[in-house]
């Protein structure tokens, strides 16, 4: 089986709920997506920050993950810093920090269609701009374009490719960058702990 690693990228979160410190609303995010990954089979796992958003990621990690300190917040950073650390990964997907209810099963489909595609990208939930994540075989393949997680469309990258089969797009999951977007969160779903607590007290203050 090919060595694989999951990473959550901890970008700065664009929106806040009301009421809720944003600090600790990041934080908040990070922890529930670092603790997802770790439950993960089969993966290692790890994180990825800037130089500014260090301490963030040492403050959520668990015992003996690795952080990658990557040059920006992007994917391409990230498996960039996977080719230079000679860790010998040869699959990385790399996932948003802001999917706090971000089911593993979602996560494994980003990783399965690189038995036979070089890239692949799971779209934001709803139709609009921007990625849950990408994963890619390493090395990562010259054509890929810079995926910024807010802004990139499969459709953009697939029009890179050489060819379009080169791509594939797996299923969409929400991320929370704005108030529409907490109606999406799945109750139902264990995990997310962290997240809960906080919505939870800013409804009571409310």
């Known amino acids: 089986m090919a060595r694989r690693v999951v990473v959550a990228l901890l970008a700065p979160v664009i929106w806040t709920p009301p009421g809720i410190d944003p ?5 908040a995010l990070a922890e ?9 089979n089969e993966v ?18 668990w015992p003996g993950t690795t952080v990658y300190e990557v ?11 996977l080719a230079a650390s000679g860790d010998g990964y040869e699959q990385a997907a ?10 593993g099963l979602t996560v494994g ?6 038995t036979s595609r070089p890239v692949a990208l799971a779209p934001v939930e709803g139709g609009v701009p921007g990625l849950l994540g ?12 810079v995926l910024d997680l807010d802004s990139a469309v499969p459709a953009a ?19 929370l960058r704005g108030p529409a977007d907490l109606a999406r969160l799945d109750l139902a779903l264990d995990g997310w702990e962290n997240t809960r607590a906080l919505l939870t007290g800013a409804d009571r203050s409310g």
Not at 23 to 27: D, E, K, L, S, T
Not at 109 to 114: A, G, Q, S, V
């Open 23 to 27: 600090a600790q609303w990041r934080r």
């Open 32 to 40: 529930d997506v670092v603790d997802l990954l770790a439950m993960l």
């Open 44 to 61: 290692d796992t790890a994180v990825a920050a800037t130089a500014a958003d260090r301490r963030l990621a040492d403050e959520v990690i």
């Open 71 to 81: 040059s920006e917040p992007t994917p391409n950073a990230v498996f960039a810093a």
């Open 94 to 103: 790399v996932v948003a920090g802001d999917a706090p209810d971000l089911p």
């Open 109 to 114: 489909k980003l990783l399965r269609p690189l």
């Open 134 to 145: 990408a994963a890619v075989r390493l090395p990562v393949p010259s054509w890929l374009p």
């Open 157 to 175: 990258v697939r029009a890179a490719a050489p060819e379009p089969g080169d791509l594939a797009v797996t299923p969409s999951w929400h991320r």
